[in-house]
């Protein structure tokens, strides 16, 4: 679950408000992502791929809220988005996450609201 949010790295660009299918962000102060429900996130990792700077860690325990360590994420972030071959990285690692647009489509109907 989301887990960090480096805030010397992140650029208010609210990319990762955008695509998190659980609302799990808000924008705080200066547009920096804030994490307002880390509870509801589905760690499907969709902010960290979507983050251009590299300032999201979100840890592959889905069940368990841990606190991180800064220095230790710090060598983590943009790891996942440069393994998935994203960005900058489509050269040099395959993308292969086009496999999984219906299950994030159907994670975002989940999480939305019905009113």
Known sequence: MISFVAEDRCEPCGACVAVCPANVFEAGPGGRPVIARQTQCQTCFLCELYCPADALYVDPDCETVRPVDPAQAAPLLGQYR??????????????????????????????????
């Open 82 to 115: 440069r393994e998935s071959g994203w960005g900058e990285w489509a050269d040099v690692y395959a993308n292969e996450h086009w496999r999984m647009g219906e299950i994030f489509a159907r994670a975002r109907a989940l999480a939305t609201p019905r009113t």
